[in-house]
């Protein structure tokens, strides 16, 4: 096996982050920052194997303290045993075996997070967390642990069932690849059949869109696992250094993409009941056509995709909103180029209220380049570039620049650094409309969440592979 590749014979540790008190293993005498050594013998790799382990209903765990090298074993039958981890991966998350035109790993500025760099493509993250894989470094253990725990659903980048087409745009390494089969993306499909699978194709102009994407959402749709297809755009930034010219979607080749699309829908929602296929917001908003209502994205599957974060934004309407403030206030509402018009349009209420003096700022972002306009890769110095110190009362920032369960950006500012040098409050606004104009208008200081859950980032992080 290739160096640098997931290895799951290297050696790992399982630290025990808690143990709650009165559980059997608390009452055995294992404590927190002890060693899980093995639970019915076996070396436990991540959350999931534990945990069926459980299921067993009688195990025996081995437990140790690192330092005295005091070692305890104990069994339980049909309980938790009150033991808790900070990481759900133990060994090492799965690494990519591609090297994708389109990989924005590749195209990083220097000085962010170092999970940040990480080129992760683990079946165990996408099946807990909804992260997307390429199935392509799969060994057949691998295959079989999916088909046998039934890790269902997983999340798939198709890209194009166009094999030769879909090689071509990811490259493969054939020497990091473990079994060559996995990168026929018809036979994994098939493969995986018991597994529900959500898919996501990134299009690059002339490349798998027209035709291609036609060809490929028809393919799809004659898989029966396959629950639906997330149709989204080559996310680039200016730091493509020694890799190939591409280039983002203009007007009336994003307009392209939702006219094929919507054509599809139709004849899936006649054959189906579904539209199966989905377009992202970027599409939307870059080809000037009016972002879809709420059934248009169904159930919302694919939000974390870019499915449907703007609507779902606007779903909750303004609460009441008063005549006047008791003292003025100037507001900066921060966003990216992308959102800005749609975020003015919708706040614009707001402007009828005395004594609030509110700004929708877009922020170029010079951190990946002024051709990613999305609001989440927004980093502090963006802010700090775009706006003075003390030009406004309030700053608001989107909860989807932070950090999962923190207030820190994406290099490394927190809101406190930002606080200190434009000095000013800065906070975070609201997942939805209605919270934010409720921050605005009433002082609130919840501490609101991204929009979605925990990213594979977030787990590396919390894993420490960086």
């Known amino acids: 096996m290739a160096s640098g590749l997931k290895n799951r014979e290297k050696e790992y540790t399982v630290r025990i982050s808690n143990v709650l008190e009165g559980s059997a293993a608390y009452l055995a005498g294992v404590r927190s920052t002890w060693i899980l050594e093995t639970v019915n013998s076996k070396k436990i790799p991540d959350i ?23 070692e305890i074993s104990f069994t339980v039958e049909w309980e938790d045993p009150g033991l808790e981890f900070d990481d759900v991966i133990f060994d090492e998350i799965a690494l990519c075996a591609n090297k994708c035109d389109f990989c924005y790993i590749h195209q990083m500025p220097q000085g962010m997070r170092k999970s940040l760099y990480i080129m992760d493509d683990d079946f165990r993250t996408s099946f807990l967390y909804g992260s997307f894989v390429t199935l392509s470094n ?23 069932t166009n ?32 597994i529900q699978l959500y898919t996501q194709m990134v299009l690059l102009p002339n490349r798998n869109d027209g035709k291609e994407l036609t060809q490929s959402l028809e393919t799809l749709a004659t898989y029966p696992n396959v629950e639906a297809v997330a149709c989204v755009p080559v996310g680039l930034t200016s730091h493509r250094i020694n890799l190939p010219d591409l280039k983002p979607y203009n007007q009336k080749q994003a307009q392209d993409v939702i006219k094929r699309v919507d054509q599809f829908q139709a004849k899936m929602l006649k054959e189906r009941d579904t539209r199966f296929a989905f377009v992202s917001d970027e599409f939307y ?9 709420a059934e248009y994205y169904e159930d919302f599957s694919m939000i974390e995709n870019g499915i449907g974060m703007v609507r779902d934004f606007l779903l909750e309407d303004l609460p009441e909103l008063p005549k006047s403030l008791e003292e003025p206030k100037k507001v900066i509402l921060a966003t990216g180029r992308l959102f800005a018009n749609e975020l003015t349009k919708a706040v614009e209420p707001l402007l009828n209220v005395d004594g609030l003096e509110l700004i929708v700022r877009a922020i170029t972002n010079i951190t990946f380049g002024e051709v990613t306009t999305v609001t989440g890769l927004l980093a502090g110095r963006d802010l700090i570039a775009a706006i003075e110190a003390n030009e406004a009362d309030l700053l608001l920032v989107s909860p989807n620049i932070l950090k999962y369960g923190t207030e820190t950006l994406l290099d490394n500012t927190t809101l406190d650094d930002l606080r200190r040098i434009l000095k000013m409050d800065v906070r975070v606004g609201g997942t939805n409309l209605k919270e934010l104009a409720e921050t605005i208008i009433n002082d609130s200081e919840i501490q609101y969440l991204p929009q979605f859950g925990f990213s594979t980032h977030a787990i590396k992080e919390a894993s420490k592979q960086h």
């Open 138 to 160: 799969l060994s057949e253990a691998d295959v079989k642990r999916i088909l046998d725990e039934n890790l269902s659903p997983l999340y798939v980048s198709v890209h194009t």
């Open 48 to 70: 999931l194997a534990y945990r069926r382990e459980l299921e067993t209903g009688i195990v025996n765990i081995v437990a140790s303290e690192p330092f005295l090298q005091k």
């Open 285 to 293: 908003i870059t080809s000037g056509l009016e972002i879809p209502e």
């Open 163 to 194: 094999q030769e087409l879909r090689h071509d745009m990811m490259k493969w390494w054939d020497y990091k690849v473990k079994d060559e089969k996995t990168t026929d993306i018809d036979l994994m499909l098939r493969r995986l059949e018991p």
